[in-house]
């Protein structure tokens, strides 16, 4: 896990993220087998909303999704680590690099919302500081989550 680093989505990586929602674990909780294309058509459109390919060396390890909310200096992310590289500690890393970055800047929170019985995200994000914004999980299951930035 040396040489991790950001890029913005371009249309070439939509074929390879798509692969990895047809895996029903991420398609299942994370917008279904067409969530890359509806992704790469919100970013053209929507000058508050991103997406960060995430590589390490040539390989694709995961992708964040951003979604900028400036006037209440929120930032909404959603995480998704490449099936082939779960489990090995990249969601952590990749999260707390993003809290250190530029993507931040500006920002007082960067919150997120995961499922409540998705314990491995539940746990990589607690891991770096993200706390619960509430008890119990919305009508859809999801929990809020928030990380206050300090600079």
């Known amino acids: 896990m040396k040489g991790i680093a950001f890029r ?4 070439n990586d939509v074929p390879e993220l798509m692969k990895w929602h ?17 992704i790469l058509q919100t970013i053209q459109t929507d000058l508050n909303r991103s997406c960060l390919i995430v590589q390490e060396d040539k390989n694709t390890i995961a992708y964040v999704e951003i979604e900028k909310h400036p006037d209440e200096h929120v930032l909404w992310i959603g995480l998704v680590v490449n099936p082939d590289y779960q489990n090995r500690g990249y969601g952590k890393r990749i999260l707390k690099m993003l809290l250190s970055s530029d993507y931040v800047q500006g920002f007082q ?16 994000f607690r891991s770096v500081g993200f706390v619960p914004m509430q008890e119990e ?3 859809e299951g999801i929990l809020d989550f928030i990380y206050t930035l300090e600079y």
């Not at 913005?8 to 249309?11: K, P, Q």
């Not at 047809?22 to 509806?38: C, F, T």
Request: with cysteine; charged share 30%.
């Open 109 to 124: 929170e960067v919150r997120a919302g995961i499922e409540h019985d998705n314990e491995p995200s539940v746990r990589c």
């Open 8 to 11: 913005s989505l371009v249309a």
């Open 22 to 38: 047809a895996d029903p674990a991420i398609s299942n909780r994370y917008g279904g087998a067409e969530r890359p294309k509806m």
């Open 137 to 139: 999980p919305d009508e």
